[in-house]
Structure formats: structure tokens, C-alpha cells
């Protein structure tokens, strides 16, 4: 399984940006896939996840501006991120589990302020 994270940018803080994550395989048959970030110099933490029934789980420092979502004919996950703050710089990875995690290569996602 491969995954491609696209959507990444440079935005001044307040605005908005959609990443999204494609998958090689049917996304249909991972148990859960999620969105983490890992700011510069920091840990990589949680941003938001959906299981396989299409529940949802964000971050709390997320909570109420960012909504993930999938496409499971497009193979794609998505994260819609508004109201964009400073910390919310960081490179942005998606996951997939099924069995095993996988993980795409990072899209970098920088706000200015």
C-alpha cells in the first residue's frame, strides 16, 4: 500500500487549505486511517482520524476548524483545514491501518502570521 499526501502550501494565518491522502489499494479495507503532524523540532502528534464505520476523532488543538473525511471510490482521504493558525505549522502525514500502518511521505504545510 502507498500513500500520496498532496495539498500542502504556504497560507497566511485565518485561511483555509484541503489536504488529501491517495491510497494504492480500496481504502475500504483499512480499520481506521488518520492525519498526524509533526511541527518542527516537535514530536509527530495526532490531528484526526476516521475508523471504518465513519466515526471521527480529532486533536484537541484541532477540534472545531479541521474535518477529515474520505472518498472510498476516489481512494482519497481528506482533512480540510480552516481558520489556520502559526502552530498550525507543521508536515502533515496520513495513515492507514490494516494489519500494519502505513504511511505517506509528508506534505509540509506552513502558516504565517
Known amino acids: 500500500v502507498q500513500l500520496v499526501e498532496s495539498g500542502g502550501g504556504l497560507v497566511q494565518a485565518g485561511r483555509s487549505l484541503r489536504l488529501s491522502c491517495v491510497a494504492s489499494g480500496m481504502i475500504s479495507t483499512f480499520s481506521a486511517m488518520a492525519w498526524y503532524r509533526q511541527p518542527p523540532g516537535e514530536a509527530r502528534e495526532f490531528v484526526a482520524g476516521?475508523?471504518?464505520?465513519?466515526?471521527?476523532k480529532y486533536g484537541d488543538s484541532v477540534q472545531g476548524r479541521f474535518t477529515i473525511s474520505r472518498d472510498i471510490a476516489k481512494r482519497t482521504m481528506y482533512l480540510q483545514m480552516n481558520n489556520l493558525k502559526p502552530e498550525d505549522t507543521a508536515v502533515y502525514y496520513c495513515?492507514?491501518?490494516?494489519?500494519?500502518?502505513?504511511w505517506g511521505q509528508g506534505t509540509q504545510v506552513t502558516v504565517s502570521s
Open positions: 476516521i475508523y471504518a464505520g465513519g466515526q471521527t
Open positions: 495513515k492507514a491501518v490494516s494489519g500494519y500502518e502505513y
